[in-house]
């Protein structure tokens, strides 16, 4: 499955995106692809962010959010896997992610900057 991504707003106006994919090598003859079912929640004010689903274990997985063009969060969520053999068994698992992150606003920024 190419990735599909959809963006909705729940009942209490806070903005979710939610993004799918299963992509698989075509020249493997057998095993998972990258696989990642993600939900993306930020509240309605915009301070904070989750992302909750699940990923294959194989590659790393990372979420990148930017309020009001303030400088860009990186937040990890799944470190990748050491070596070849690591990264195909990784591509077999599944992954449980639940993180929850503060967002900053460009005045916040600006702030921390003095």
Do not use: C, H
Request: hydrophobic content about 30%; cysteine-free.
């Amino acid at each position: 499955m190419l990735p599909a991504v959809s963006a909705t707003q729940d009942k209490s106006g806070n903005v979710v995106v939610n993004v799918q994919e299963n992509m698989r090598n075509p020249y493997a003859p057998i095993g998972g692809g990258i696989q990642s079912n993600l939900n993306f929640t930020v509240n309605q004010s915009a301070t904070s962010a989750t992302v909750n689903g699940t990923v294959s274990g194989s590659p790393a997985f990372e979420a990148n959010f930017s309020v009001n063009g303030s400088e860009n969060q990186n937040v990890p969520l799944q470190n990748a896997p050491t070596g070849t053999m690591a990264f195909g068994l990784g591509l077999q698992q599944t992954s449980q992610i639940n993180q929850t992150v503060q967002l900053k606003k460009k005045e916040e920024e600006e702030e921390e900057k003095k």
